[in-house]
Structure formats: C-alpha cells, structure tokens
C-alpha cells in the first residue's frame, strides 16, 4: 500500500524554524570534514565488509544495523539543537500518529540568522548524504548509485500512543530507507517501552497456473529497539520490505514516566533516492520505469486472493416488495423483543430514526440490544478477554475466531457466521454467534431496518471483531460500487474510548421501559463533538491527568478527489473546523449501533487500538445492499453520506433518561 508523506514546514503555530525562506549557496563538506563527522574506522575496508555480509545474510529481507554511526559529540549537539531550536507538529492518519518537523531539505532555505542555530544539523545532514556516505550504503546493499542532490529527511518524534502500522515505504524513486536513533544519550532505552522497528515476513503463494503472490503475514519476525546513535536501513523492495514501528507505551504511572525521561523516541528518518538529472548515475526513465516496476510488482499475482476475511454476501430470496404493509406484525415484535430494547420498536420511535436518517444518511442507537441479551454478551465477552490470547496468529486461527490479513490493509479477529447453519444450530453458550446467525440475518430484522431507514434490503454480509489492544487495526479502505447500508453495533464493555460517559451502567435498566415522550426523542450533535468533548468545553481546566487516546474509533471519511498524489487517509484527529472530511465517527462504545448510507469513493478505518485501551474493542459490522425507496415526486429521496453537505450528524439517539446536562 502506497503512502505518502505528510510532511510540513512550520511548527504547531506555523513560526517553526524550518520554515523555507530564499535559497542561499552553501560550501559542501570536505571529504576531511565528512570523515570527522561519522565514528572513527567506520568507513575501514573490513568493517565495511562486515556490514556488507551481515547485510547479505539477514531476515526476513535485507536489513542492516550499524551502532555507533556519528561521532558522538556531533549528534549530541545534533540533539539539543532539535530540542531548543526545532518545532514539532502532531500528525495523525489512519496508519500512524507521530509529532514531525518539517523537511530537512529545506535547511538551505533558512536565513543566517536562523541557520547559526542549527549548524551541527546542516553538518549531519550534509555528511550523510556526502559521496561518502551515500558509496558506503550503496556497497552494503547493492541498491546502485544514490542521489545526493534529493535529500529526504525529516525528524520524527513518538510520544507514549504513537506508532506506525505496517507498509513497505514504496513511494516515487526511494531506494535506500533508514533511521537513525536520537534518543536520550544517558538513559538506555529499554525494550519493553515499544518503539522498535519491526520487520514483517512474506509468504509466497502458488495458484493452480502457476502465479505466484507475495503477500506479508500477520506477526513480526525481527524486532529491533530504538537505541542512541544507531541506524537501522534496508532497500525499499515492493511488496516485499514491510515494517511498522511499534506503538511507544505508556508507563503505568506519571512518576515513572518522568523517571524514564517521557520515553521520547526521537529519530531522523529518511531515503536515499535514484540519481537525479545532471548527477551521477542518473539514468533517463529510470525513476518513471522504477516507479512503473514498483507498481506493477505490488499487484503481482492475485494479491486479493489471499486477503481475509472474504466477503460472503447473502441475496435475499425473496425481498419486500412496496406494496406490502410496512408495519411489524404482532409475531416478528416477538421475535425482535428477545433481542432489542422495547423503545426502538414502537412506532414512534422507529419515525423519529427514520426521519434522522433520512435528513443525515447516518444515525447511531444507543442501547439496542434488550437488557437480558446484553446481559450475555457483556458476560461471554469479559469470560473470553480474561483469557490469555496465543501470541501467534498461526494459533488463533484454529479456534472459532482468524485474524484478518494481510497487515497492510487491517489485522484484527474476526468471526462469519456459518451460512448452512439454521437458526436451532446456532448455539446458546455464544451470543456473538447468535447475533450472527439468528438475530441480524433475520427477515424480523431486515425489516425493521428498511423501516428506520427507508431502504429495501435486497443483500447482506455480516462479521463480528475483536479488535486486540496493542495489536489490531483497519487501515482505511474505499467502497465501490452501488450505496449500501452499514451497521456497527458496539460491543465494547470497557470504559475510556471516548464515547458518552452516560451510556455504560444505567442503560440497561431503562431499556425495558418505553420511554416519555419528551424523553423518547433523539437530540442532535456535531459530528465532531461527543457529551464528554462539551463537558470539558464548560469546565475549567483539571490538573489531574488527561485522558489518554487510545483509539478504536470508526471513522468515514471523505476521499480526495483533486489529485492522486496525496494520501486521501490522511486527517486530523478532532480539531473541529478542520475535520472537514470527516463524515461520521464512532468511538468504541458498549450497546450502541450506527447506520450508515455509504457512498461509492467513502473511505473508512478503524484507528490502531492503544496498549494502554482497558479492554480490547468489539463489535459487530455488517454490510446491506439497498435499492431505494422512491419519494412522492418519484426520486430518490436518500442522499449517502459523502454526497451531502449537511454538517450536522446524528449521534445518540437516547435511552429513556439521555439528556445533554452533563
């Protein structure tokens, strides 16, 4: 998967010394003045050929680490210039969360003024991509001649939450990746705070003619920690050099956060790229064949073959036809009462979601699912999270739930239901199963959404989750083809995902009671904007400690149409006006279920869940193929969610007591 980078110039307020000004000419470094910069020997014939065999011979692809690299007065000035002089902006997509400086290239647009504070920075930058350096790279990975003109670095600092999921860094002419460690000097960075760069294994399959597709598997197979002055590098190979950086964890208290320095991951990362125009080496067509060859090499084979889990739509025989009475009869309110919470079956109520629906193509429930139900959800879900999980997906896959792959789309748990089985099959000790194969596949329910939101179901495909903390994530993906609904159905008894405070202990015991009337209607919020957000809005600032983010929050978002060089996925994390692509969110939440009217060109993600989550995030996805309800005028009244301009989301229609008072 392709990503770009979202690089930036300015610091948080846009004043950031790396702010590019007027170019002015500046004097390269001697070979003498190169030599000082890195530690003495390095460049000696036999330890470079030492690199050069540790190169050849390591796994799970090509990959060298070498300690020690700079002269370690140098980079100790490197570092407290960067921690002085250097702003940092937060950045956050689908695929990561890090806090970046702008491009280093543009270290030769800086003023005199601003340069005299940054002067062993220029120096590193300018010795690594000396001739020298770029030689010595080039003999241990056998990439060909580097470009020493494109420069392409910048500085990366993870804070406890920050990581980097799985990708492969191909991108445009990049030849060589590395990074190159700036963490604390005196203070050892220890394993077991994450951080570390990992390396994914791939695994090549064969189909009955004979193509072969390589695809990464789910777990790591080389870990390397973060450690001070050492650089970590491999040649970018298409679909074939995939790593992440893993998540920096949180400690357990703030005094022994404090005792660990904040456990600052700071790195500069970077690539060496193919010979530009007039240097030496360059090679006309070469970037644009190599460009081409990457392409063409990522979709080699049949890659969707091996992605999982497979879609599994079922047609529904024999649909709702217009002219049927639209009303629940007396046994489908039965059947749905096992299940659903009395108030999302009155009349009443299931107008007013309709009419929510229809002004927003978006609506989300809470307390769906009946007291009793949940009741044995909540229990079979804390049964298995006390459960030691195997560490190897290989393992996991033998159960009743597989993992999702390959890692540079989304890795989770996930079950299907069994489509030979009836609903006596299903069994009573799991009522994920259950929800799976009796209660939403049902034409009791398929008949309750088409009232709530005014579409004919004619299709469904349905998956439970488990998304593990530390582990699991869904990378943003696209929808093509005809509008469909989507449901979620939050089945995440933990707390501290961000979602409404007031839904977690008292709901169920107002589910069973149909509500007031005044108490029975759904009340508006922003898209960007939950209960707990509004609250801390009012109240003055807290010195206790701020509520970690910890992710497993579902997101739609809009793809960017304009060009096809930036990362559509790309978004800032709750910064209100500036979430203008965003279209709906959905924090990991306990008994609550979204409907969404998705459009072709809609992406979607569910953000990496934190270490530090107190639970791991469940919940049920399910995708429903529609055609639409004609209106009186005989046009569709339905706008999906991408289509319209309505800022507005619906997001939390209430139980029997919901109120906006807190």
């Not at 695929?95 to 002067?119: F, R, T, W």
């Not at 096992?338 to 989300?364: C, G, I, N, Q």
Request: charged residues 35%; hydrophobic residues 30%.
């Amino acid at each position: 998967m392709k990503r770009k980078a979202d690089t930036q110039s300015t610091g948080r307020n846009g004043k950031g010394i790396m702010k590019k000004r007027a170019k002015t000419v500046r004097t390269a470094l001697s070979e003498e003045d190169v030599q000082k910069c890195f530690r003495k020997g390095l460049f000696a014939e036999d330890i470079l050929e030492n690199y050069t065999k540790e190169y050849a011979d390591s796994e799970p692809y090509k990959h060298s680490v070498i300690s020690g690299l700079i002269n370690d007065d140098l980079l100790r000035k490197v570092r407290n210039e960067i921690r002085e002089n250097v702003q940092f902006t937060p950045k956050e997509t689908d695929i990561y969360k890090i806090h970046q400086s702008g491009d280093l290239a543009n270290l030769d647009g800086l003023d005199d003024g601003a340069l005299e504070k940054l002067p062993s920075l220029l120096k590193l930058r300018d010795a690594m991509y000396s001739e020298s350096f770029r030689k010595y790279v080039a003999t241990i990975t056998g990439s060909g001649k580097l470009s020493g003109r494109k420069t392409d670095m910048a500085i990366n600092v993870y804070t406890p939450g920050c990581h980097l999921l799985c990708h492969d860094d191909v991108i445009g002419s990049r030849r060589i990746s590395y990074i190159l460690y700036l963490v604390d000097p005196d203070l050892p960075w220890k394993a077991e705070w994450g951080g570390a760069l990992r390396l994914f294994p791939t695994k090549t399959f064969e189909d009955e003619d004979g193509v072969k597709t390589i695809t990464p598997t789910p777990d790591v197979s080389k870990i390397i920690p973060p450690a001070w002055n050492q650089l970590s590098f491999f040649a970018v190979q298409p679909g074939e050099s995939f790593h992440d950086v893993e998540e920096v964890y949180h400690a357990e208290t703030k005094k022994q956060l404090e005792k660990e320095g904040g456990r600052i991951r700071m790195a500069i990362s970077g690539w060496f790229h193919i010979p530009q125009i007039g240097e030496d080496g360059y090679i006309k067509g070469e970037e644009e064949k190599w460009g081409k060859n990457s392409s063409l090499k990522q979709l080699q084979g049949n890659p969707d073959a091996y992605d999982f889990p497979k879609a599994q739509p079922v047609t529904i025989e024999f649909p709702s036809k217009p002219e049927e009475e639209k009303g629940l009869e007396q046994e489908e309110l039965d059947f749905l009462l096992k299940y659903m919470a009395p108030t999302y079956l009155t009349p009443d109520t299931l107008e007013e979601v309709a009419e929510r629906f229809m002004d927003l193509s978006s609506v989300a429930l809470d307390g769906l699912l009946s007291s009793k139900f949940s009741d044995r959800v909540r229990e079979y879900i804390e049964a298995q999270e006390a459960k030691n999980l195997p560490e190897s997906s290989i393992e996991i896959e033998e159960g009743q739930w597989s993992v999702a792959k390959p890692p540079h789309k989304h890795r989770y748990l996930y079950m299907q239901p069994s489509l030979s089985s009836s609903q006596e099959d299903s069994s009573d000790d799991n009522p994920i199963k259950e929800l799976l194969e009796v209660f939403l596949p049902s034409k009791e329910f398929r008949k309750w959404l088409e009232l709530a939101t005014g579409c004919d179901v004619e299709n469904y495909d349905i998956l439970a989750r488990r998304f593990r903390k530390g582990l699991d994530y869904a990378l943003a993906t696209g929808h093509e083809g005809e509008p469909r609904l989507e449901i979620s159905l939050g089945l995440t008894p933990t707390p501290g995902w961000g979602a409404d405070e007031d839904e977690e202990d008292e709901e169920d015991a107002e589910n069973e009671e149909e509500p007031e009337n005044e108490e029975s209607k759904p009340k508006s919020k922003s898209k960007a904007k939950s209960k707990t957000a509004e609250k801390k809005e009012r109240e003055p600032e807290s010195e206790e400690k701020e509520e970690e983010d910890v992710g497993g929050y579902e997101v739609y978002m809009a793809g960017d149409d304009d060009t096809d060089d930036t990362d559509a996925a790309i978004y800032r994390a709750a910064t209100g006006e500036e979430d203008d692509n965003i279209l709906f969110t959905m924090p990991a939440s306990w008994n609550k279920m979204s409907i969404v009217l998705r459009d072709s060109g809609v992406l979607k993600f569910v953000k990496y869940v934190s270490q530090s989550a107190k639970g791991d995030r469940w919940d049920i996805s399910g995708a429903f193929g529609v055609k639409f309800t004609e209106g009186e005028d005989g046009e569709e009244d339905m706008v999906p969610l991408g289509e319209s301009d309505e800022e507005e989301v619906f997001n939390g229609f209430p139980d029997s007591e919901d109120s906006d008072s807190d």
